[in-house]
């Protein structure tokens, strides 16, 4: 839809800069890094920032049957009329929807087929530091943090634009740029048996790409005034990035890798950001974000700070997978205060002698310590994470995932609390610039073969696992070690119809074999074992870590042995730090009350008052389902600070309630609610708050205060006036049939909708019918506007698509408001009622 509160509208004659996601809204939308960019583009006032998604299949065909292109949300612009367009790489599986994204905007897929009136394409994110798949189809990569790069690669446009030049100039600038990597300037050549033999620069001064630091997190932009949506995605919270890099070592881990050094904001800059986000945003959990959110070095009185500051408000925080053995007693009963929202460990293998191997450096003991622990605080639910077909590993270790998952149940029952545990396993990919990157990845035969063994053992201790389907593990290998020949594969994997491929449903192992067999790709080639001097495809990305380094911990997980975090021993000498501007950035322990702040006791139960109001639903708005809309205001409230009544229980809710559900599609002039409030908060207050929030299309017309026990707003509807206006050809002879539709005495109406079949009769329902050029006028009971149109038009429901629906008004059976007679004309009270459409 677009329009979400926290985006950019009206930017005339910027330049434009498209933050593109290759996969659906509620995915893209979880993502922190696109929203810190859009952040950051925002600030900027010659640059006018949008932002575009994979269109579902759905979507798809319709574009495709209609010839439109992709467009953006906020000003609806076509793909190809932006100056950048920059691609997020987070997923190998998302790579075909690139493709589409680029097809369904008529931009050629191929960098050497663009020319200077194509949007410069850009790509960035974790999938960056092997960019070779993708090198054919892109202009440019951004290799590291994108805060700063970000902003100069949109000056570097900027300016070319103005001074009129080709596109090598521009790319010759570009490569200027820290980080900034241009694929064109490289060419890579092969042997006989297939394997790169040299990666070939062709700039002088121009061999290796460093990647991009942002050296303090400390004062790097944070997005406090997010985009807020108006669905539930993924991760519908207010996320925090506490800390950026880690330095444990886990060997199979490529973000522990590419993101090093640590580096942590300070408690104080945390509670600033949170404080303001909430007020943004309306949400009402705040999620701690880093690779190792246990390991900040302030994190349980940052905790302790937050709780005092919003268990009240009912606002929750909520931890990402914790490291085992860094959960406190104080940060277990800080959390307890409010809703558990998870609790995931992530041992990572099922033996000691295995957790050695990939450095994890966790004991069996610990790991049922902790979880104990856990099932003590409160917490019914604990995730387990695991791998299979790490190097070295036997069905020894595969059998240990079953046992120490069922003792982590049995932990459980010696708190005295019970608990469930969910085991989730995926299968290891090799993954560039970690130690592990030469090991080879076992077969889709293998894979299929040890989820199976742990499927069934899992199911006989009554533990549910959650697994990746082999083949996407399998697909995932061969473009996070593959090289530039798999844009062949690419391209034919879209030609013959390859999307999403990330999702179970719309993954297709037929066509991406055909498409293998088509472009001569065996993946078991890129699977293979790497020799130690074989060039690898992303020798000339410098991520910071030496070569020396990674061979090294190879060989340490060869013999077992434990490399010690650098934040609490000495340099490991990775190489990633200058130790002058790159360096470890970490806070000093503080005590635990450093943050506390005095909590004021709720008020009395008693004091409450309950204030009614109709809002009007018109624009795109009315496109928002009842869910959403209850998203909405649940989020609006919370912007506003309305001081909302809360019910009780494990999931606090704020209590207000609507009338009926509004059909998708339908503008409304005439929606109530109720809202139960502090006792003090008036009507016109409320209003007024409400209308500051809510975005356009969404305004509170009047508001009035009701005694706590009048009726419900759904027991005193009545009827609903409508109005459809009808498109010109299908209001031929309106009156004609207006007159014979209420001639009839009888017209049943059938409609199933989850196996559930409703019957009524829409003339029955029907009160006033009228017509009066191209518009239909109705006062009905039961059934949708677009039913009856139907139904007096003769047509199928689905050739209104292109009517306008609108709800004029509803008629109470009593009012349903208690309005003073002496309120004076003007105030949020002042609600006529000469006719029951008006009483409130």
Known sequence: MGGEMGTVTGREGGLRFVL????????????????VLYGVLKGVPWITPERVYAPWPDMEDRLRLEGGSLTTLEGGMPLKEADILGFTLQYELSYTNILNMLDLSGIPFLAAERGAGYPLIVGGGPCAFNPEPLADFFDAILIGDGEDATLEIAECVRAWKQEGLGKPELLERLSKIEGVYIPSFFTVEYDEAGRVAQIVPLRE?????????????????????????????????????ISRG???GC??????????????????????IVEEAFGNTGYDEVSLLSLSTGDYGCLTPLIKGLMDRYAAQKKAVSLPSMRVGSLSPEMAEEVRRVRKTGFTLAPEAGSERLRSVINKGVTEAALLENARAVFAAGWRIIKLYYMIGLPTETMEDVQGIIDISREVKRQGKFAGTG?????????????PHTPFQWEPQISEEEIVDKQRFLRTELKKKKLVMKWQDAPLSTLEGVFARGDRRLSVLLIEAHRLGCRFDGWWEHFDKLKWAQAMENAGVDPRFYHRRRELDEPLPWDHIDCGVRREFLLAEREAAIAGAFTPDCRTGECTGCGVCDFDEVKLRLNEPVPFDTYAVQVLPPEAAELAQRIRVRFEKTGRMRFLSHLEQQTLFIRAVGRAGIPIRYSQGYHPHPKFSFATALSVGVESHAEYMDFEVDSGFSA??????????????????????????SPSLSVIMERVRYRVTLPEPLAVALPEKVAAYLALESFPLRREKRGKVVEFDLRHETYELSSAGCVLEMVVGRGKPAEFASAVLGVPVEELKDARLEKMEVLFTEAPADIPADVPAGTSADIPVESPVEEI
Not at 251 to 272: D, H, K, M, N, T
Not at 684 to 689: G, I, V, W
């Open 419 to 431: 608990g469930d545990v969910n085991v989730s396993v995926s299968s290891f990919v090799p993954k």
């Open 20 to 35: 593109a996601f290759p996969d659906v809204y509620e995915i893209g939308m979880s993502h922190l890094g696109l929203q």
């Open 205 to 241: 001064g121009y061999r290796s790409i460093r990647r991009r630091f942002v050296s303090d997190l400390e004062n790097a932009h944070y997005p406090t005034a997010p985009v807020v949506p108006f669905l539930k995605t993924v991760h519908d919270r207010v996320s925090v990035e």
């Open 251 to 272: 060997r199979f881990c490529q973000a522990g890798y590419i993101y090093r050094p640590v580096r942590e904001r300070s408690p104080e800059r945390i509670l600033e």
């Open 684 to 709: 016109a207050q409320l209003q007024e708050a409400l209308n500051g929030t809510l975005p356009e299309g969404m305004r509170i017309i009047e508001a009035a205060e009701i005694p706590m026990r």
């Open 246 to 248: 880690c330095t444990r």
